[in-house]
């Protein structure tokens, strides 16, 4: 695991005595200090956004099952995303970033603690009942209680699944000063529901009583959103945007629907568990576009209130696209020029968009090959505060990519495990991609090679012509696991 280097944020400015107290160089750090900061040049200064005196609110919106290709800034041409597109143009587009995992809440625990699927405490999706997902321990160290401890206000609205109401993984007892949404993803799968949560108190949702669809709850989310905003707009905060849109099921208001009624062929979906829909392809393509424009209205409250230029925006998806409730992936090539969907460790389960747009730090227009994943938000978000990250963490932070001044750290590779379908692993170590397959039956099973750089879409597999790529893989493969009792991924460990 790494071990990461705090540096003192550039939005921050700091006198000489204010840069030794923080970096802790002691009485002789002094004339370090002006040393240091004297060598940094003007344009360094002006693209860090130096002149600004407080650290930056931090803003991390996440859709749900949200594919690669199903954003118009990453090739979508069915479906209208405007208002995150523009926020591409203006900021920082990056092609290689992916999820903490393939489904939704090992990819929410890497994303809060900053440790890949080998490490974290969550590796799978587990029930508890009658609501929510089995609970993050205590003691963890999230990303919330990080920035709170560092000053931070800290709020999450949307959905969170890493622990039922009022246990040790409740967002409120895991560093949120404030939540509002769904706990429990079985719940999430439906945007009608009876009831929501604000902190500790569980809101009836009256006009959805009795399979009654009056509040679309997307919408009351959004609201959540811009509340938090205008309340908090006075001092940093970090707000967790984790929307529910586009996951199954596949139903949206008609404002968004008629926009697409018509548009494409349809087969009506005959629903079982999700609802039956009658225009499934334009109700998904509807649901987007009213996600697309909630960002629209974040980022245009942000400017009302004139706090954008103080504000890092990051945009991405939990994993690939989901296949269920009628959703027509292919139709729309959500996965873009990826192979695989959602439950894959292919590049279409786990590779997703993240645009980052911070008005007059991040350069506009600017197109990231940094691969990164989500394990490392919590180092990135950690060095925007000005503090330092934890020893231990998977993570790199991407600041210095973001600001575009160079000194960028990369991984020597990322691994992912997945839990399900007879367990899977993968590696990306530079463009060579590793995929071993049914590892609960065959831990020394067979390992497919991929050479991303001319293999984008991983049909051609080379492991037979790099057995040395391919002995490198399997120890990564077999080093970056570390057993689990929660979540046992081979036979011996009594999975």
Known sequence: MSRNRTIVPCNVTLDRREFVRRTGLGAAGIGVAGSVLSGLTASQLSACGHSRRRRPNIIFIMADDLGYGDLGCYGQEK?????????AAEGMRFTDHYAGSTVCAPSRCSLMTGFHTGHTYIRGNKAVQ???????????????RLLREAGYVTGAAGKWGLGPPG???????????????YNCQREAHFYYPEHLWENDSRIVLEGNLDGGRETFSHDLIAEKTLEFIRRNSDHPFFLYVPFTIPHAEIVVPEDSLAEYRGTFPETPYIGSHYGSHETPRAAFA???????RDVGR???????????????????????PHLEGGHDPRFFGSSGPLRGFKRDLYEGGIRVPMVAWWPGTITAGTESAHVSAFWDFLPTAC?????????ETDGISYL????????QSEHDHLYWE??????????????????????????????????????LAEEHDVAADHPAIVREVRRIMAEAHTPSELFPFIDAEGG
Not at 312 to 317: A, G, K, M, P
């Open 298 to 320: 974040i980022r245009t409250l942000l400017e009302k209130l004139g706090i954008a230029g103080d504000t890092l925006i990051i945009f991405t998806s939990d994993n690939g």
């Open 167 to 181: 246990s040790e993984g409740d967002p409120i007892n895991q560093g949120f000063d404030w939540f509002y949404g």
């Open 383 to 391: 060095e925007l505060a000005g503090i330092e990250p934890p020893a």
């Open 79 to 87: 479906v209208h995303t405007p208002h995150i597109d523009r926020l």
């Open 130 to 144: 009658p609501e929510g997902q089995h609970p993050i321990p205590a003691e963890s160290v999230t990303v919330a």
């Open 286 to 292: 509807g649901m987007v576009t009213r996600m697309d």
């Open 400 to 407: 210095p990519e973001l600001l575009g001044r160079g000194g």
């Open 418 to 455: 997945f839990h399900e379908q007879g367990r899977k692993q993968a590696v990306r170590m530079g463009e060579w991609k590793g995929v071993r397959l049914n590892v609960r039956l065959d831990p020394d099973g067979p390992i497919e090679l991929y050479d991303l750089g001319t293999d």
